[in-house]
């Protein structure tokens, strides 16, 4: 998102709803809470979360060499989200109606090609689980500790973890689409879509599906006991949608 004075917020029927004002550096996150706040993180650790779209914010600041480094992207559940900073420094933000601030232990000083999260409560350690792509593995941190799963088939351009927290699907750098349990323990299934380029986007819809999207396609792998069933090449997401609503 562009570094401009104010947000824009639309209805799904396309009418403006709300002009966001936003002061802030470049937006790096942008997300709802479960109450339906709205989080906004800047580039510069900066954050403005929205009680009410039609009350007050709240402001503060991630710190930790954010102004330094800076903030690369971040990954939201609930009432909280992570960040991840150009340091490879890892802040929790546990709640935002009573501020608090962790920094994680650092990972590897190495590229991060992709991460995801799963929330403690879908986690089978019961903890929050960060999964990092770096080098040719995953590492996972439950909070305490870095785990490196040796897996070799990477640096995996995307990660994702399913909704209820039981699968990861991973997208490898031959270009294959992996799904394997939670712990690592078992490959689910693997699909190629015999496309040269690594998609921009990959994300899963519910827990049975994973859809990724290229400049002008969006592939959407329908999984049955985590078989692939179907594959629906959509020109649009909207196209994609309608697709599988046919489908099904």
């Not at 009418?15 to 709802?32: M, T």
């Not at 993180?41 to 060499?65: K, P, Q």
């Not at 929790?92 to 920094?103: D, M």
């Not at 990972?107 to 929050?128: C, F, G, K």
């Amino acid at each position: 998102l562009a570094k401009a004075p104010e947000k824009l917020l639309f209805s799904y029927l396309g009418q403006l709803v709300k002009r966001v004002p936003w002061d802030g550096s470049e937006v790096r996150g942008l997300e709802w809470s479960e109450s339906e706040g709205l989080v906004v993180v800047g580039e510069d650790g900066g954050v403005r979360y929205f009680e009410a779209l039609d009350g007050d914010s709240v402001s503060f600041t991630l710190g930790h060499g954010t102004e330094e480094h800076g903030v690369l992207s971040c990954r939201f559940w609930s009432h909280e989200f992570v960040a991840l900073l150009g340091s490879n420094h890892l802040v929790v933000v546990n709640s935002y109606a009573e501020l608090r601030l962790k920094l994680l232990a650092s990972p590897p000083n190495e590229t991060v090609y992709s991460w995801t999260l799963i929330p403690r409560t879908d986690s089978l350690s019961r903890s929050m689980e960060v999964l990092l792509a770096i080098n040719s593995t995953i590492y996972i941190f439950d909070g305490t500790d870095f785990d490196n799963r040796g897996l070799g088939a990477g640096p995996f351009r995307h990660v994702g973890a399913s909704p209820n927290g039981k699968f990861v699907a991973l997208y490898t750098d031959d270009g294959k689409v992996w799904v394997v349990s939670s712990d690592f323990q078992k490959r689910l299934s693997e699909y190629d879509p015999k496309v040269k380029m690594a998609p921009k986007d990959m994300q899963w819809c519910g827990n049975d599906s994973v859809a990724f999207a290229w400049e002008d396609e969006v592939d959407l792998v329908i999984l049955g006991q985590m078989e692939i069933e179907q594959v629906l090449l959509c020109p649009t997401p909207a196209a994609c949608y309608l697709a599988r609503m046919r489908w099904l």
